[in-house]
């Protein structure tokens, strides 16, 4: 079973990326669907016990906020990989600008989760660590990292 975190600003392309890449395998978990964290943590739960696959399509931005949800995937018996997307502010800003109704964030909040963004590391608990770069149009490029020696 894998439990994937995405790490990234609104608008980085995680949801996309998801759709591209895991419609067919991983359930999906995200915030702005579910609205509360309690929800959130039902959902994760009922993965964990019945043992599906998700991704957590959230900004994750901390460590803080990450270690919680690691530390109960692996406790589960859950490999953790993150897929980092590589911080664009201006270019997150105009995907975000295109979308439409309640998808659309404050662009504060983009430049907010901007400032606390910390880069995933292995120390984290994370088996793979993964950056994508969004090429608006031309797709995403992946890039696994190598173990630091
Ligand atoms: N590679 C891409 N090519 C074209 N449009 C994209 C691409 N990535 C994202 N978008 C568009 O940009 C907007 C933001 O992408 P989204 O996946 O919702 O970002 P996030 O989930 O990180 O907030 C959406 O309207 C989406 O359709
Ligand atoms: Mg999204």
């Known amino acids: 079973m894998e439990a994937l975190l995405f790490i990234g600003i609104p608008g980085a392309g995680k949801s996309t990326f998801f759709r591209q890449n895991f419609f067919d395998t991983h359930l999906r978990i995200n915030r702005d669907m579910l609205r509360t964290k309690p929800r959130e943590t039902a959902l994760i739960e009922v993965c964990f ?3 599906i696959s998700f991704v ?3 900004t994750s931005p901390t460590r803080v906020v990450r270690e919680p949800i690691i530390a109960c995937a692996t ?3 859950f490999r953790v990989d ?6 664009d502010y201006a ?6 600008a295109l979308r439409s ?3 659309q964030v404050p662009v504060v ?4 989760i901007l400032k606390t963004l910390e880069a995933p590391s292995f120390e984290e608990g994370f088996s793979r660590i993964f950056s994508v770069l969004n090429h608006t149009g031309g797709g995403f490029e992946i890039r ?3 173990r630091e020696i």
Not at 109 to 112: E, N, P, T
Request: proline share 3%.
């Open 75 to 77: 406790a589960a018996g």
């Open 82 to 87: 993150a897929y980092y997307f590589e911080p």
């Open 101 to 103: 109704g309640r998808a």
């Open 91 to 96: 270019a997150s800003c105009e995907r975000n």
């Open 144 to 146: 696994e990292w190598t």
């Open 109 to 112: 909040a983009i430049g907010s």
């Open 49 to 51: 016990k019945s043992k």
């Open 56 to 58: 957590l399509d959230n």
